[in-house]
């Protein structure tokens, strides 16, 4: 499907028909003070030949480290299948076709990938995705308001695993729209909820519960879950999705199960490209469905009796309801859920829980050869998923710096997140790192933490 | 057009409302409202106890093609919601005088006929409508 962009008689003539000078003139209704001139490190138009030097250039600042940063967005293999076939002409658009007469091959990758993402999460009903993971738990919030009529507090409870970025993300998003979050306390010990110290009487609209907690620990979500459900309140999970090849899915987490379950659908196939495109996913109960926001594709049948398939349940949609619409998102992440859609189909749901197992074991055995270095311990003991807090004897930013001249970034400085941590760096070893690579990390760490001894033996 | 029922007062929204014999007021849409939306597939109800503004937003009617606000014709507290529209939306397109009734309020203040209409003067509404 061609996209053609106008040529600039085209726009003359547009122009002339509204009777508008010119193209700014379009423009004018947003303040000056909130327009960006230009951006740092964009150059003016450049040539292609320009273009592509400048970008080899940039691309080659970053050199070839070995990453063992997480906290978000997670280096996974990528089959070169996932790519080729993700990037063919008929897939590889800047926006989604969604007219069934025209992309009924579009329209199935789009299901199939629902059909994948409830059965991760346990879940009835898929959207077909959202910009990331943080904005989606901004639309959970909002949906989870909706749904829930009978609480009026507008006030969401986060677990003190919540990632911080989407707690800022939904709070920005949301907390224009009346929402306030509020952190659910903490057990210093464990990092978890303190679930002995569960506020009553907050009439919480929502719960949210992430699993794995930010710091890769696990919480006892079904008792959070119950919890939530004592209170009146929704309860949204987070989760990671690779995680949920090995962990119990939200949709049966507690007696009834998380009725919301969003996330950062990065780990299934996307690369990591310095944070970004990623994709959001969102699946909830089916009872929620008439407010969830977002693109849904559903399975008919046509006059023949053939199945095909179309955008369902479009009367939440912007296009008809307007400004009462669940959500201003009238699209989906549509290039990256389809390199998710070829991956998780590539890896099979086996594969996806040999990704999680190796990710798993391959963190905890680098924590090991990191704590048996004076001056590194656990933060938190008990089982993590892929990614483990570990307590400095130093600043975490100066311990980075050092191992950055080795090669290696040595993972999340938690200091910016969660001062009250102390000295704390969060470290994560996926499938992609071989035991080489640990062993080289842990070789650049005694470095770092005991530079003279070493020099001596 | 079938025959509008004498014993209901309309609104230019298209519904229509039954005064009750124990001073509530039983509310629903016209069965012109809804031959324009088609085959209803959901509504949205209110709660029960939700306070209602004259002309607020009183519930939520989404057909295969459209999805219509229905607006509280008068002030009032909602005493009782048609539970079965949320299995049964069609109900609506059945029987809009009947079965297909939405919500039942006791309104906060004595209903003034004068702001709604009658059964002649809707019927006038709708053939200027047609015109």
């Not at chain 1, 009872?287 to 049948?301: A, E, K, L, S």
């Amino acid at each position: 499907m061609p996209f053609i962009p106008h040529t600039p008689k085209d726009t003359e003539e547009m122009l002339a028909a509204i009777g508008a000078p010119d193209l700014e003139a379009l423009f004018d209704e947003i303040p000056a003070e909130l327009r960006i001139g230009s951006l740092d490190g964009v150059p003016e138009a450049l040539s292609e030949m320009q273009i592509t030097r400048l970008m080899r250039e940039r691309a080659g600042q970053d050199g070839n480290p070995l990453c063992f940063i997480g906290g978000g967005a997670y280096e996974h293999h990528i089959p070169a299948a996932v790519w080729d076939i993700a990037t063919r002409g008929e897939y590889y658009s800047a926006y989604t076709p969604y007219q069934a007469e025209a992309s009924q091959g579009t329209l199935q990758t789009i299901y199939e990938y629902q059909t994948m993402i409830t059965a991760l999460t346990g879940l009835d009903v898929s959207n077909a995705s959202l910009y990331d993971g943080a904005s989606a738990l901004a639309e959970a919030a909002l949906m989870a308001v909706r749904v829930n009529r009978k609480v009026k507090s507008r006030r969401i409870l986060l677990a003190p695993g919540v990632h911080p970025v989407y707690a800022q993300v939904a709070e920005a998003i949301a907390g224009s729209q009346g929402l306030t979050f509020e952190w659910l306390p903490v057990n210093a010990d464990s990092g978890k909820v303190d679930v002995d110290a569960l506020p009553a009487g907050r009439e919480p609209v929502a719960v949210v519960i992430q699993q794995p907690t930010f710091v890769g620990t696990l919480e006892d979500v079904d008792r959070l879950t119950d919890w939530a459900a004592e209170q009146g309140a929704l309860s949204i999970a987070i989760a990671n999705p690779t995680s949920l090849a090995v962990l119990k899915a939200p949709g049966h987490w507690g007696a009834a199960g998380a009725d919301i379950a969003c996330g950062e659908g990065q780990p299934l196939g996307v690369p990591l490209s310095s944070g970004g495109p990623y994709f959001g996913y969102m699946t909830c109960k089916s009872g929620h469905v008439r407010q969830m926001p977002g693109r849904i594709v559903g399975r008919t049948t046509d006059l023949d009796g053939e199945p095909g398939y179309a955008l369902t349940l479009q009367a939440r949609e912007q296009h008809i309801r307007r400004s009462k619409a669940t959500s201003n998102i009238c699209t989906n992440q549509g290039l990256m859920v389809t390199a998710a859609t070829i991956y998780m189909s590539l890896l099979g749901f086996d594969g996806l829980a040999r990704v999680a197992s190796a990710s798993q074991q391959n963190t905890a055995r680098l924590a090991d050869a990191l704590c048996a270095i004076d001056g590194i311990e656990r933060l938190y003991d008990g089982p993590h998923f892929h990614e483990v807090a570990l307590r400095l004897d130093r600043p975490a930013a100066g311990v980075l710096d050092a191992l950055a001249d080795h090669g290696i970034l040595g993972g999340l400085d938690l200091s910016r997140w969660r001062p009250e941590l102390g000295n704390a760096l969060l470290v994560c070893a996926t499938e992609t790192k071989t035991e080489a690579d640990i062993a080289a990390y842990a070789g650049a760490m005694r470095d770092v933490f005991a530079p003279t001894a070493r020099r001596r033996a | 057009m079938s025959e509008l029922p004498g014993d209901l007062l309309y609104t230019k929204e298209h519904e229509w409302l039954r005064k009750e014999n124990d001073g509530s007021v039983t509310v629903g849409i016209t069965d012109h409202a809804q031959s324009a939306l088609g085959d209803l597939v959901y509504v949205e109800l209110p709660e029960i106890d939700q306070e209602l503004d004259a002309e607020g937003e009183m519930a939520v009617v989404e057909s295969v093609k459209a999805a219509s606000d229905v607006y509280a014709p008068i002030a009032g507290v909602v005493v009782e919601v048609n539970e079965e529209l949320s299995d049964d939306p069609e109900k609506i397109n059945a029987d809009p005088y009947g079965d297909g009734w939405i919500v039942r309020i006791q309104p906060s203040a004595d209903v003034d006929d004068a702001d709604l209409m009658s059964p002649d003067d809707y019927q006038s509404f709708l053939d200027d409508l047609d015109d």
